[in-house]
């Protein structure tokens, strides 16, 4: 068995849907196994995110995947808090090795949401992780996905909570592709 966590904030479910979709992608394999953890604003306390058993879990994870919604061309305060109190981790390099992908929507077509993506890379690099993005060349030879063009990672753009359909079968081939990597990695 593999085991991949997918940890993210959403509000009104945009980044939520593209999660379910990644759980999907990963779980067309059955060995692997799969921890969804959506942030909830309860598990911020005088602004620091506390969440000790999800950080247990996560120890033992061969891949976080790791989505926001763009919120000032950034990753939202939620997730931020997240990524900060997985600072705990970061001078032993805890989670050094582990494989690391990411995915982010906005209202914009453009809303800056390669930034969010940015920022999880190089959260991931400062954790020791190795990054992955899609290799969907949009508009060539994998026509159809990554519709918006960003190689970092699933980017989607919803106006009204609705998640269009390329949007959502990227977001599956991620999880289908860290799933695979990750397995080739064991091997
Ligand atoms: C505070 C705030 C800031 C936002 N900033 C951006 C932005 O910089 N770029 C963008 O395209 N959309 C922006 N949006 C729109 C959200 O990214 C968009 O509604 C997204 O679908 C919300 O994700 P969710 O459904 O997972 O909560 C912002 C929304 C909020 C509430």
Redesign the pocket.
Known sequence: MVKVAVVY????????QLAQAIVAGLQENPLTEVIEHRIDGQEIIDGRFVNPSLFESLLSCDAIIMGS??????V?AQFKAFADASSDYWAEQYWSNKVAAGFT????L????SSSLQYLMTLASQHGMYWVGLDTAHGGRDFGLNRLGCQLGVV????N?EVHEVDLASARYLGRRVAKLVRQLRR
């Not at 989607?156 to 106006?159: C, T, V």
Request: with cysteine; glycine share 24%.
């Open positions: 904030f959403t509000r009104t479910d945009v980044t939520g919604p763009t919120y000032m061309g950034g939202s929507c906005g209202s914009a453009n809303g800056d949401q989607a753009r919803s106006g909570g």
